[in-house]
Each structure stands twice: as structure tokens, then as C-alpha cells.
């Protein structure tokens, strides 16, 4: 079992962008599916919300919130995860978190559910302001 590290949230004004990393060590999660979660203010874990997934050909998935205006990417010679967002919104305020497991075509047949997968890091939080 490898470690997953998320980086890279912080705060910003509504319009600006960040990108968050996620480094992972001890395993090889280039077979595994890969995906982004947020959970808000006020929401237990089991209703942590799936940005976006992506697989390892490369195919990727996103909540209608966020697209056009995320991107979810995998650096496999790096083994690290990013979410580049831009156009931020208030509404996008949240714990962000990586996730990984190794059943690809179940975790990653959408945006992701919090129980489908096994390996999570420890959050990185985004604030948006208005």
C-alpha cells in the first residue's frame, strides 16, 4: 500500500486558478484509476463529491460543475496526479482530496464515488472567495 500527498490548495479570489498535486509513493498507480474528490464545509466523508477520474489510457470524466473549467492529468514517470483549476468559484470551496483503486473500470465508469475507492491522501484545502 502506497501513500498518497495532495499540495498546492490554498486561497484565492473568485476567477484565479490553482493547481493541486498529488505525489504518490510506495506504489505504482499507473494500471489504477485515479480521481479528485471535494468534500464541502458540512458534508461527512461518505458524501465527498467526485470531480473527475482518469484511467490509465488517459481517459478522463468530470462533474458537470466543473467542466470546461478543470483539468485532471497523470504524470506516470513523476507517479504524481494534478487538477489544474481555472475560473474558480466560491462554490468550488472544499477539502480536495486524491483517491486511487485498483479496479479501474468499476471506480472509473464516472466522475467517482467515495466508496469505490480504496487509497486516499489527507486533503488539501481550496478557499474561494467572492
Known amino acids: 500500500q502506497g501513500d498518497l500527498v495532495e499540495s498546492g490548495g490554498g486561497s484565492v479570489q473568485a476567477g484565479g486558478s490553482l493547481r493541486l498535486s498529488c505525489a504518490a509513493s510506495?506504489?505504482?498507480?499507473?494500471?489504477?484509476?485515479m480521481a479528485w474528490f471535494r468534500q464541502a464545509p458540512g458534508k461527512t466523508r461518505e458524501e465527498r463529491e467526485g470531480?473527475?477520474?482518469?484511467?490509465?489510457?488517459?481517459?478522463?470524466r468530470y462533474v458537470d460543475s466543473v467542466k470546461g473549467r478543470f483539468t485532471i492529468s497523470h504524470d506516470n514517470a513523476k507517479n504524481t496526479l494534478f487538477l489544474q483549476m481555472n475560473s474558480l468559484k466560491p462554490e468550488d470551496t472544499a477539502m480536495y482530496y486524491c483517491?486511487?483503486?485498483?479496479?479501474?473500470?468499476?471506480?472509473?465508469?464516472?466522475?467517482?464515488?467515495?466508496?469505490?475507492?480504496?487509497?486516499w491522501g489527507q486533503g488539501t484545502q481550496v478557499t474561494v472567495s467572492s
Open positions: 483517491a486511487a483503486d485498483p479496479t479501474m473500470k468499476w471506480a472509473c465508469r464516472g466522475t467517482g464515488q467515495e466508496r469505490d475507492f480504496s487509497y
Open positions: 510506495g506504489n505504482t498507480y499507473s494500471a489504477y484509476c
Open positions: 470531480v473527475a477520474t482518469i484511467d490509465s489510457d488517459g481517459t478522463t
